[in-house]
């Protein structure tokens, strides 16, 4: 997706490295990752949608 960050498979050690150099050398992704990844937490990690999310959960538990 390239939006807000790189996606490396688990107990992958070259593949986080090739990710870092990719930040490294290019800067112009970094900065778009970093503008995403800004853009995701402010929309999507509010109180407002964390009280959302933990009232959904609770409504599936206890629903019968």
């Excluded at 990719?22 to 109180?47: C, P, S, V």
């Amino acid at each position: 997706h390239e939006e807000s960050g790189l996606v490396v498979p688990m107990k992958d050690p070259s593949a986080t490295a090739e990710a870092i150099l990719r930040y490294f050398n290019d800067r112009d992704l970094l900065k778009k990752m970093q503008e995403g990844a800004y853009l995701h937490i402010k929309n999507y990690l509010t109180i407002d949608r964390t009280i959302e999310q933990y009232e959904e959960m609770y409504q599936e538990l206890f629903s019968v």
